[in-house]
């Protein structure tokens, strides 16, 4: 049939609203298309484009053509990363691609269309009915939504998570040892496009693993022809850079090899990942960063990160838990991320990171020690956080106290720096500083974005000039983000923010003492306190003096401390939300638990005297003052919500961020596939958090009112 002919006989196949296109389409499209479809198919393709608007920016098709199978025709408008995200989304509904032919208009425009018709079998166990065929035009439909309005990230974002959720509904386990991908690329068969032939051993996602690496590559994809056939796959990309060029340059179609070859490769292990949209986002990154530092210092490294699944899995692991860790650490530490995959080392101790901050720092001018030192700081932070998420097992105690040895190296180096150089302005003090940790610093339980809580204490005698300027240096030279881990805290100091950065020794015993000014809570919070930097002798004074102070005996004003606690409730949880620390069952209901027995039992028993709340509970328990079963509830139950709030603070770095999400949203089911409840079942994983939330928040706030009150708000549910 002749060209004419064929456009006549599309004519007569076509409605009157529908023939305007027949001539955009015999215009713009290619003579292979017209070739690869009879005049009805083409008619219905027109018909479907003649559907599209602003309300449907796709029309789908399906037809059932044998047991098993069907042809799905999709039409739409034409946009970047878009047949990546159909090929994702047959994937997800248990769809193999066994033949393609993908079509656009040769000319862009902004009313360009594109065709696309896949003959798609069912994987065995699936079903694709009604139901299923409505869930996936509708889901398509928000795709080609998203796209429309430039939110292609979030399309992505959508589409990882839509596609890791179905294949843990499937149990279809993509990791594993996959076949190489085999690009070869001529740039003779097409005077606008480079074909790219594509060989490989067909598996599960292949096409979408594929064609999302262009994608992301910035790769305009014009047409795809796609034949498998005994398990191995030969596909044709014809496709331009992102200037529309060919892509001619040798070693652009290197990249292009590798970064197809690792996508694919890392796409077989999203579900490894907490939150597989990040982690997608992070690789392409990385990818970027590879390009960046230069293939060859680590080609060695790389193929053998990619050889087995367990090195691909760990970095599945850290690419999805964290904004945070990417934009802070792992990009700025790239070259060290992946020998730390191969074989983590263990946490060097805190008199090793001093030795070797010390050596950093000596020979340098005054000018660069600040950037060496938080070069260093943020460097054994990287190393502590990647430990600890690729040794799952590593207990909380051990990552807790890596981060509180690196604080007090760091501290105590700040100190000794900024003393140095304030003689040169102020001369040499006759007296002794210490600098006192409290809170999560001083209870050695640091985690995930936890800040520094710290005070500073001068001997008696001499100006308080030089002391006062001595806590600001600290401050000013120790760099951290705001809300962020390290962040330096004084507001425990005496009279708080109304208060001198620095205290003296006089000052300090008289603001805690029975009837001086301290508040309970204040009393309370003196628990935590313990020297950390500067002279030890007086270190120790002021711990004595906390003693004398915190467990004299007097009497413990017990209305104030749970009318604070009724207020935290009420004040500091947003209705409708549950937070991990404030809300009926949060964390402090254990830790104030302890430490109320600790105040109460201190005088008589000096062994509870400790800061490290579980330490305490221990020794509690030893004395019989907590009983074996309370015990055993408090400690499980502190552990899980350390944990919780951990996962919490990770994403962003922040530590505020301590409200969890609602139980049905996607970033609840990141928050389970971060705590590991992925292991425990794939599907219910988040229903099985939450069911742990619940439960935990429940005993440890029952207990909080059997030991210590008749009557306060009930544990909320997540959705309440």
């Given at each position: 049939m002749t060209v004419p002919e064929l456009k006549q006989s599309v004519q007569s196949l076509c409605p009157e609203p529908s023939r305007r296109l027949v001539e955009d389409f015999f215009v713009r499209m290619g003579e292979d298309y017209f070739a690869a479809f009879s005049p009805e198919a083409i008619a219905m393709h027109i018909r479907m484009a003649s559907d599209l608007d602003e309300d449907h920016r796709v029309r789908v098709h399906i037809t059932p053509v044998g047991e098993d199978e069907f042809d799905i025709t999709i039409v739409g408008f034409d946009y970047l990363a878009q047949f990546s995200l159909?090929?994702?989304?047959?994937?997800a509904f248990g769809?193999?691609?066994?033949?393609?032919?993908?079509?656009?208009?040769?000319?862009?425009?902004?009313?360009?269309?594109?065709?696309?018709?896949?003959?798609?079998?069912?994987?065995?166990?699936?079903?694709?009915?009604?139901t299923k065929q409505h869930e996936f035009e509708q889901e398509l439909r928000v795709l080609a939504r998203l796209l429309a309005e430039g939110s292609t990230e979030e399309a992505r974002a959508r589409l990882n998570r839509f596609l890791t959720e179905r294949v843990e509904g499937m149990h279809e386990e993509l990791g594993g040892l996959l076949s190489p991908v085999v690009l070869t690329f001529d740039n003779q068969a097409s005077p606008e496009w480079t074909v790219m032939d594509v060989?490989?051993?067909?598996?599960?996602?292949?096409?979408?693993?594929?064609?999302?690496?262009?994608?992301?590559?910035?790769?305009?994809?014009n047409k795809v022809k796609i034949r498998n056939a005994a398990g191995q796959t030969r596909d044709q990309f014809f496709i331009t850079n992102r200037w529309g060029k060919k892509i001619s340059d040798g070693l652009e179609q290197e990249r292009l090899r590798t970064a197809v070859g690792m996508i694919k490769q890392f796409t077989h292990f999203l579900t490894d990942a907490p939150d597989p949209a990040k982690a997608m986002r992070h690789f392409d990154q990385f990818l970027d960063k590879i390009v960046e530092i230069g293939e060859e210092q680590f080609p060695d490294r790389t193929i053998s990160l990619l050889a087995g699944s367990e090195g691909m899995s760990?970095?599945?692991?850290?690419?999805?838990?964290?904004?945070?860790?990417?934009?802070?650490?792992?990009?700025?530490?790239?070259?060290?991320?992946i020998p730390m995959i191969e074989a983590p080392t263990s946490a060097p101790g805190k008199a090793a990171?001093?030795?070797?901050?010390?050596?950093?720092?000596?020979?340098?001018?005054?000018?660069?020690?600040?950037?060496?030192?938080?070069?260093?700081?943020?460097?054994?932070?990287?190393?502590i956080d990647v430990r600890h998420l690729l040794q799952p097992d590593?207990?909380?105690?051990?990552?807790?106290?890596?981060?509180?040895?690196?604080?007090?190296?760091?501290?105590?180096?700040?100190?000794?720096?900024?003393?140095?150089?304030?003689?040169?302005?102020?001369?040499?003090?006759?007296?002794?500083?210490?600098?006192?940790?409290?809170?999560?610093?001083?209870?050695?339980?640091?985690?995930?974005?936890?800040?520094?809580?710290?005070?500073?204490?001068q001997d008696d005698g001499g100006s308080n000039d030089f002391f006062e300027s001595l806590a600001h240096f600290v401050v000013d030279f120790i760099e951290t983000r705001d809300k962020g881990i390290f962040h330096i805290d004084l507001r425990l100091r005496p009279h708080g923010d109304a208060g001198t950065w620095s205290t003296s020794f006089d000052q300090f015993r008289k603001y805690y003492s029975v009837g001086g000014e301290a508040a309970p809570f204040e009393r309370q919070a003196l628990i935590k306190l313990r020297w950390c930097a500067g002279d030890e002798a007086l270190g120790r004074r002021l711990e004595a003096q906390r003693d004398a102070f915190t467990y004299s005996g007097e009497r413990w004003d017990w209305e104030d401390a749970l009318h604070m606690r009724r207020r935290q409730m009420q004040e500091l949880v947003k209705p409708g939300k549950v937070n991990a620390k404030y809300s009926a069952g949060g964390i402090v209901d254990i830790e104030y638990a302890v430490q109320y027995l600790q105040l109460l039992n201190g005088k008589e028993h000096p062994e509870v005297r400790v800061p490290t709340t579980l330490d305490a509970l221990e020794r509690l328990r030893r004395l019989q003052i907590v009983r074996e079963g309370d015990y055993r509830l408090l400690h499980s139950s502190y552990l899980f919500l350390r944990n919780l709030i951990d996962a919490l603070r990770i994403v962003r770095g922040d530590a505020s961020d301590l409200v969890l999400p609602s139980e049905s949203s996607e970033e609840f089911k990141s928050l389970a596939r971060r705590l590991g409840y992925r292991k425990r079942d794939r599907v219910k994983s988040a229903a099985l958090l939450a069911a742990d939330i619940h439960e935990t928040m429940t005993q440890a706030h029952s207990y909080f009112l059997a030991r210590f009150e008749s009557q306060t708000p009930s544990v909320p549910h997540l959705n309440s």
């Open positions: 159909f090929c994702g989304l047959l994937s769809l193999d691609i066994r033949t393609g032919d993908i079509y656009s208009f040769s000319k862009q425009s902004l009313s360009s269309k594109v065709v696309d018709v896949f003959r798609v079998a069912l994987k065995p166990g699936e079903t694709f009915d009604g060989r490989s051993e067909d598996t599960f996602a292949f096409l979408y693993a594929v064609s999302n690496a262009l994608s992301m590559r910035g790769v305009y994809i760990k970095l599945a692991n850290l690419l999805g838990s964290s904004d945070y860790l990417w934009d802070d650490f792992l990009r700025i530490h790239f070259t060290e991320l990171m001093q030795v070797e901050l010390r050596s950093a720092l000596e020979g340098i001018s005054a000018a660069d020690r600040k950037a060496t030192l938080n070069a260093f700081k943020d460097r054994q932070l990287f190393l590593a207990s909380l105690h051990d990552f807790s106290h890596a981060l509180t040895d690196l604080a007090e190296v760091v501290i105590e180096e700040a100190a000794r720096i900024g003393h140095a150089h304030l003689i040169e302005k102020f001369g040499q003090p006759t007296q002794a500083f210490s600098v006192l940790a409290l809170g999560k610093f001083g209870g050695r339980e640091m985690g995930f974005a936890s800040d520094l809580e710290v005070m500073f204490v």
